[in-house]
Every structure is written in C-alpha cells, then in structure tokens.
C-alpha cells in the first residue's frame, strides 16, 4: 500500500469491527473500508449469509453482491454462540474505535453484543446498530427485506412514475433495482458512525441507533414536504409535467427542462417544430398544463432519432438530457475510465473482475485502487488468553 | 464544561450549495450539530423561495426540509466585495460546501486553492452531477439523469418495460454520501491539520447502487433486471388486497417463514405442496405463486395482513402513502419524524433526526427555514466584525444583496 505515512487516506488508523447479515451493516463497513478504515468482518463459521447472495457470478458460487460489499475488507471467524464466543469478541474488540451490528434485537444477549454491556466493557467504542426498523420505538422487533423497507417509507408507492406507470397502470408499484434501501441504511450508518467518532475525545464512545426505514424516509422528505403543503403523492401524478423517458432509437433518454433557457434550447433542439412556436407556450404554467400534449411531439421526433446523437445535441445546447446506459455502458463509460471510478477487483478461484471504488473522491488523497474479496477467515482469529 | 449535545456542535459550514443535493447533505450536517451558513442572494434565491410550476407549487414554500437550522445570509457573488466576504467567512469555517456545475467556483474566484489560501486546511466538498474531471464534467443535470447516466435507472423497470426514473432520493442519496464523505476528511484533518477537496459526483452514487451488475458488467455478463421479484426467495413482491391501491409487500427467505405465510392464510394444502416445498422448488413456481397470493389476498386487509405475518416472522409492510408514514407511531416515538410549526407555518411533519445517540439529545431539528439573509447580525457583525455602518453601506452598494 503506498501511502504518504503522514498523510494518508482519510480514515488511516480507524478501526472498525463489522458484525453484519444486511446490505445495509455491510454497506455502513465497505464505505468506510473505501476510505482507508481498517474493517474487519466478524463472520459465524460457513461465512455471513451475504456470501451467498445473489446475484451470483455465472460460473461460480460466488456472489458479486457480497464481492461489491466485502472489497477491501479483512475476515475473522468466530461462533458468539460457542463457549469461548465472548472472549473472542473481546479481544477482537480490543483497540477498535467503531462497531457496526445488524443482529436482531432478541439474539445480541446471547451473542454478547447487548449495547450496554458492551459499553461498560469499552466505553470509548462507537456502537452503531443497523436494523431494518431501527433498535428503539414499537416495531423496533420488526423484519423487513428490501422490498418491505423500500414501501415502509413510502417511496415504494411512488414508483414507477412517469413512462413506465403510463404503460402498465394497472401493475403494483416497482421496487428499484437491488438494495436501494439497504444502501440508504448503510450511508447513514456510516454518517452516524464518523459523527459519534468525531465527537468521542469530549464525550467518549456512545451507542448509535440508525433505522433502514428512517434513512429511506429521510432521503424521502419532500414528500412529507409535500404532504404538508397539502398534497398526498401517488405516482400516477408525481411525474415531471413534460419531459421524463422517451424511446429513442437504440435506447431511452431522460429529458428534463425545469428553466426557461432549458426550454428555449429544446425547442431548438427539436428543430423550432410548428407546434412549439405558440407563445402560450413561453409560460411555464402553460406548459405544464399543456405536459401530455408537449411529450406526445416530444416522443414522435425522438423515435426517428438515435439516442447518442440526441444526448450529443442536447448537451451542446444546455439541455439536460442523459441516455439510460446498462451497466456495460457505464463499465465502460469514457467519463468513469477517465475518473478511476472503477478498480481491478481479486475475487476467489483468481478471478479478476473490476469494482467501483467509491462514489466519491478525496483530491488531495486519492483513495488506494486494487481490492481484494477476503476469503473467509483469512485473518486468523486473535489469540484468547 | 457543559457536554455537547450535538455530535457536530463547534463545526461550521460556510453552504454555498443550491439545488437539492447539497442542500441536502449540510441539513444532515445541521442535523447533527453544525452550525450552517447559508450564502444566497435575492438575485439567485434557492429554489424553494421561488414557485415551482414543473411541481405544481404556485408560490413559495413555507417549510422547506433541507434548510433546517440553517443561517441565512445574503451575498451578491457577481461582486468582487462579496467573494471578499465569502473568503472570510470561509475563512472562519471548517467546511465549504457548494454544488455548482463543475468551474463556477473557481470563476467566482472561490476555488479549492483560493480557499486554501484563506484557510490552510479548509474542506471543500463540492457536489455535482458528473463530478470535477473528466469528459462530461461540464454537463449539467438532475435527479433523473443521475440515475440514468449511473445506470441505475436502467437496472429499474418492469421486465418487459422501459427504465425508470429516480427522483429526488437520487439527489438525497448524493447528499448523504457527501455527508459520509466530509466527515471522513474532517478525522483526516483532525490527524493531519491539512486540507481537502472532496469530489462528489452524484451519477457516480447512482453507480454505486448498482455495483454488484457493474462486477458482473465487468466480466462480459449480463445483469438481470427483476422487477419486484428476487433472485433466490419467493414469494417475493408487492400484492393486491382487498383494498383498492393498497398493496402488500412480501419476503419470503425460507421453508420456515413459507410455512408461517401459508399457515396464517388458511392455506394449509399449500404449504405441503411439492411445488412449494423448497426455496428452488418456490422460485421455479414463482409465477403460479404470485397468482395464488394474489387471490388469498384478495379478501383480506392490507395492515391487518402485514402485522399478523409480522407476529408470525414473516417479512410483510403495507405499501405506504405519505399519510400512513405520518401516522406511524413507530415513526413518530423514533424522532424520524416530528411536529415542526412557526409563526405563518401551522403544525406539519417534517423529517427528523437521523440517527439516535445514546449521549447526544440535541440532533434534529432546533430551527426552520431561514428568511433570506435573517442571520446577518450574527454572521456578519458578530463573526466578521462589520460595523452597521459597513453593513449599510454594502447593502447600499448591493454587495450584499
């Protein structure tokens, strides 16, 4: 690792152990391992459930969720349940400055990870617990995967807006891709985790209860805004008057003008069409009012053309509008390459693959490139005395 | 020394951010403890002072969320006076934070140097939608194309359907990452007293959300886009009732939980059907599943449903509206979400704290939206020492403005 001894990358010397079943747990861990935290996961015998969480890589048992989760991050093996499980938790305790945990309530006794137990154990340790209704509060014993979190918060039933709803009104609402929730969860814990640190040389390590359903919620607060200005949201309704996802030929575009200039533009880009010359149409109310109307022009002059000309021309004429690119797309996107937002990646079996490193970037310190995936217990348990 | 309540208490942020993600991102900062100074202009007023015809807002809004115990302060950054200004509030600041398209800063004559130069070990975060380098820096975007330049967007969607736009938990998203993200410079200085640029592309945070597909991208293989179902439970998805528009959401991870669902729908042939005896057997029946659930649901109601499954340990939430999250007494008793009111705002729900600390009760929300420029007493005359009679005179000259 060739890092500047005095300087380092932003999380050098933090130690962090990860207890996590959840995306969430692992998530809250993988941004601070990016960071150059030292994690390491606490893993039963045969390995947290992650690893075998789809999607799996064809051709292997290997799961490139746990991959995505686990690079960068050491292993330990320890039963909690067996007898010696609380002497290993301490002594792999000892030294570290922040805790993650995903145990549900009713099992962290048995498991010796009861919060104050522990902080009475080490009271300079950051304890953060990650559950999907948090630890406190009536339904702090409730359950939830993905796809329950997601509509616990309410986004669930906001989507899909726009094209997709108008297509297939009569289908439930949609869940977003993979773990949407669960990363929001991650995040927070990871925020809430840094902010308990920076706060431990005054006040000393504390316990910190961080909610999958809250951190949705939170991301989701202009509907609450929304709701108390009066309006209920449904996705029939929330979509962007005008603009949203047109078919294009080869792919789809996301067009969205919200200022005025944006509009101007796009009437240019579409070629100054008749229709656009009423100038009912300079006001934005009316163009609001006028939505269906103006994405019916819009998606007819967008199927007779091909989608990388039109995000070209748009963006050459300010206006915001972005092809929706698969994951080779992105993969293999200029932009990305140019920006070292992907890292080789060794997995098991001496499979090499690429990984994102982090969504985001540290100028002064560029964050360490090459992970690997930690095989399970490849750093040996510490030594109970 | 009375303790800190906050966790951020004696950080300050000077926020130049606009838009949503970056507001979003020092509000959680705010949340925490920071003091943030909003720097805006009655020229350039953030969004939520203006109506938002493409949201159908006429007017503008009365509580916005993501200016929570905010200070604002006016500067008109067209002037050289003004950048002058915002130096030296910089200069007094642990953070500045801004989400302009990627170069405004630096033609302000704010850039992450410039800054430098005024506070030596000063951190930048700046927000935007593809980040400072590389060939798209300079495009300019919202929420929905976050989602759709970072793949996200297109991994969404019914199987047989287009992509699917994301919304404003896009920009959330990036906020919070940012959040994550300056913290993590504020321990670096800490060790090593020295500055940071923090580069935070909100398409790359889209990314993130889909970085198990951008492994298998990598490797030549094609991630599957699956709607609602999963790839190893089922039942798994979101089911009708007898409700209209109410729906019920469903995990199913085992034979054990299986049991329980089948158990608690009366259904007792189905859970010794060899078609559903095994998680494979259940996902090789998924279709033929979702059709039964669909019908034993049919009769039954949606919240009632989900906590008789919930008592049975069964993953099961009702599809929620916004009216059912501020109902939630769970919700509410957390500090998720709390009663927020002032004078000319009647009582609503707003989004609180973001996480509870066992030794901190002071994060959340202590103030409302600012009015444009309301804290200029302290900030500039307090911080900066401007006399009232400079602070006249600049106002005078529109400096601050």
Redesign the interface.
């Known amino acids: 690792m060739a890092e500047d001894p005095?300087?380092?990358?932003?999380?050098?010397?933090?130690r962090v152990l990860e207890h996590s079943r959840s995306v969430a747990a692992a998530y809250a861990g993988r941004?601070l391992a990016a960071?150059g935290a030292g994690v390491v996961m606490l893993e039963p015998p045969g390995g947290t459930p992650l690893r075998r969480?789809?999607?799996l890589?064809?051709g292997t048992d290997q799961?490139?969720?746990f991959?995505?989760?686990s690079a960068g991050k050491h292993s330990v093996v320890c039963d909690l349940l067996a007898p010696h499980g609380r002497c290993t938790l301490e002594r792999e305790l000892e030294g570290i400055d922040i805790l993650i945990d995903d145990t549900p309530l009713g099992r962290r006794a048995a498991q010796h990870l009861d919060?104050q137990v522990l902080?009475q154990r080490f009271p300079a340790l950051v304890h953060v617990s990650v559950l999907p209704?948090?630890a406190?509060?009536?339904?702090?014993d409730?359950?939830?995967?993905?796809?329950?979190?997601?509509?616990?918060?309410?986004?669930?039933?906001?989507?899909?807006?726009?094209?997709?709803y108008e297509?297939?009104p009569e289908?439930?609402?949609?869940?977003?891709?993979?773990?949407?929730s669960h990363?929001?969860g991650g995040?927070?814990?990871?925020?809430?985790a840094?902010?308990?640190?920076?706060?431990a040389p005054?006040?000393?390590g504390?316990?910190?209860?961080?909610?999958v359903?809250?951190?949705?919620?939170?991301?989701?607060?202009?509907?609450?805004?929304?709701?108390?200005?009066g309006?209920?949201?449904?996705r029939a309704t929330?979509?962007?008057?005008y603009g949203?996802?047109f078919?294009a030929r080869g792919g789809?575009?996301?067009l969205?003008t919200?200022e005025d200039r944006q509009w101007t533009a796009l009437v240019e880009l579409l070629g100054r069409p008749a229709w656009a010359q009423d100038d009912a149409l300079r006001d934005?109310?009316e163009?609001?009012r006028r939505g269906a109307e103006i994405n019916r022009h819009i998606r007819a002059w967008m199927l007779r053309h091909d989608v990388d000309d039109i995000v070209r021309w748009a963006?050459e004429r300010?206006v915001?509008?972005?092809?929706?690119?698969?994951?080779?797309?992105?993969?293999r996107g200029?932009?990305?390459r140019?920006?070292g937002?992907?890292a080789p990646?060794r997995l098991g079996g001496g499979?090499q693959?690429?990984?994102?490193v982090?969504?985001?970037?540290?100028?002064?310190?560029p964050l360490e490139g090459a992970m690997s995936v930690p095989a399970i217990g490849e750093r040996p348990a510490e030594p109970v005395k | 020394m009375t303790?800190?309540q906050a966790?951020?208490?004696g950080?300050r942020i000077a926020d130049f951010t606009i838009h949503?993600a970056g507001p979003?991102c020092t509000q959680?900062l705010a949340q925490?403890g920071a003091q943030c100074i909003k720097v805006e202009s009655k020229t350039r007023p953030d969004a939520f002072r203006k109506p938002h015809?493409?949201?159908?807002?006429?007017t503008a809004?009365?509580?916005?969320?993501?200016s929570v115990n905010k200070l604002s302060v006016r500067l008109n950054l067209k002037q050289p006076e003004a950048v002058a200004l915002a130096k030296r509030l910089v200069s007094i600041a642990d953070v500045a934070a801004e989400s302009f398209r990627a170069g405004v800063m630096q033609r302000l004559g704010l850039g992450?140097q410039a800054l430098r130069s005024v506070k030596p070990d000063i951190i930048l975060l700046s927000l935007s939608s593809?980040?400072?380098?590389?060939?798209?820096?300079h495009?300019?975007?919202?929420a929905?194309?976050f989602?759709?330049?970072?793949?996200?967007?297109?991994?969404?969607?019914?199987s047989d359907?287009?992509?699917?736009?994301?919304?404003?938990?896009m920009d959330?998203?990036a906020?919070?990452?940012?959040?994550?993200?300056t913290?993590?410079?504020?321990?670096?200085r800490?060790?090593?007293g020295?500055?940071?640029?923090?580069?935070?592309?909100a398409r790359?945070?889209a990314?993130?959300?889909?970085?198990?597909?951008?492994?298998?991208?990598?490797?030549g293989?094609?991630?599957?886009?699956?709607?609602?179902a999963?790839?190893?439970?089922a039942p798994?998805?979101?089911?009708?009732t007898r409700e209209p528009d109410r729906?019920l959401?469903?995990?199913v991870?085992n034979d054990d939980e299986w049991r329980a669902l089948a158990q608690e729908l009366n259904q007792p042939s189905a859970s010794s059907d060899p078609r559903f005896a095994s998680a494979d057997a259940r996902l090789h029946h998924r279709a033929e599943l979702d059709a039964l659930l669909a019908r034993w649901l049919a009769t039954r109601s949606a919240e009632a449903t989900a906590e008789r499954l919930?008592r049975a340990?069964v993953?099961?939430?009702?599809?929620?509206?916004?009216?059912?999250?501020?109902g939630d007494?769970?919700?509410r008793?957390?500090g998720?979400?709390t009663e927020v009111s002032a004078p000319g705002i009647a009582p609503?729900?707003?989004?609180g704290a973001?996480?509870?600390?066992?030794?901190?009760h002071d994060v959340g929300i202590r103030r409302l939206t600012p009015a444009l420029g309301q804290d200029e007493d302290y900030v500039f005359g307090e911080l900066l020492g401007l006399t009232s009679a400079q602070r006249a005179d600049l106002e005078r000259r529109e400096v601050i403005s």
């Open positions: 005095v300087q380092g990358p932003p999380l050098a010397g933090c941004l960071m969480a789809p999607p890589l064809e799961s490139a969720l991959a995505y989760l919060p902080s209704f948090g406190s509060g009536p339904k702090a409730w359950d939830g995967e993905e796809v329950n979190l997601l509509h616990a918060a309410g986004e669930g039933f906001l989507l899909p807006n726009g094209l997709s297509l297939f289908r439930p609402p949609l869940k977003i891709y993979g773990h949407f990363y929001q995040s927070m814990a990871a925020l809430a840094l902010a308990a640190w920076w706060a005054a006040a000393g504390q316990y910190v209860d961080v909610s359903q809250d951190a949705v919620l939170s991301v989701g607060a202009f509907a609450l805004q929304r709701l108390g200005d309006s209920l949201e449904h929330r979509s962007f008057r949203g996802v078919e789809f575009v996301e969205l919200l934005p109310l163009r609001s963006q300010g915001p509008a972005a092809k929706y690119r698969t994951p080779a797309d992105v993969i200029e932009h990305e140019s920006r937002l992907f990646l499979l693959a690429e990984v994102l982090a969504p985001f970037q540290f100028r002064c310190t | 303790p800190a966790p951020l208490c950080v949503a979003f959680l925490l015809a493409v949201y159908g807002r006429m809004a009365t509580f916005d969320q993501v992450f593809s980040g400072q380098s590389g060939p798209d820096s495009f300019a975007g919202y929905p194309l989602g759709a330049w970072g793949g996200l967007g297109w991994m969404s969607g019914y359907g287009p992509p699917v736009e994301m919304r404003h938990v959330h998203s906020g919070t990452h940012a959040a994550v993200a913290m993590a410079a504020l321990h670096q800490r060790r090593t020295q500055a940071q640029h923090i580069d935070l592309a790359e945070v990314s993130a959300m889909i970085g198990d597909a951008l492994i298998q991208a990598s490797l293989q094609r991630p599957e886009r699956t709607g609602n999963h790839l190893s439970m798994h998805g979101v089911y009708p729906w959401t469903l995990a991870r919930q340990g993953c099961a939430h009702v599809s929620w509206n916004m009216q059912d999250v501020a007494a769970h919700l008793a957390r998720a979400t609503r729900l707003a989004v973001p996480a509870r600390f066992s030794k901190m």
